[in-house]
């Protein structure tokens, strides 16, 4: 079976960063694009981020470019966000899904469109 297992999430302090990471398993990782979002409670699922297969192409929402990074190290079967300048309204659960094929979706923010998806780990930013 498809288990997406995050870590890395904790407190950090406005402008601090975090690296998460994706742990995949019961799939072959490198035909699969992957993603990021997270969820707030009170408020719909928000994409995050999201790289196709091979990890040559990447795509990023407004709020993350310049301060997210996606990547993956498909030896290890692992996705990673790596997060700097964290702000307070960084604040979720984030949780990594995979695509329904190598390619990342034309309407990539919509949640739909991705398959398996994590329990997620909370990210926490206050001072």
């Known amino acids: 079976e498809v288990q997406l297992v995050e870590s890395g999430g904790g407190l950090v302090q406005p402008g601090g960063s975090l690296r998460l990471s994706c742990a995949a398993s019961?799939?072959?990782?490198?035909?699969?694009?992957m993603t990021w979002a997270r969820q707030t409670p009170g408020k719909a699922i928000e994409w995050v981020s999201a790289i196709n297969s091979n990890g040559m192409s990447t795509y990023y929402p407004g709020f993350a470019k310049g301060r997210f990074t996606i990547s993956r190290d498909n030896s290890k079967n692992t996705v990673y966000l790596q997060m700097n300048d964290l702000k307070p309204e960084d604040t979720a659960v984030y949780r990594c899904a995979k695509s329904f094929n190598a390619q990342v979706p034309e309407h990539r923010a919509w949640i739909s469109e991705y398959d398996s998806w994590g329990q997620g780990t909370q990210v926490t930013v206050s001072s």
């Open positions: 019961g799939f072959t990782f490198s035909k699969y694009a």
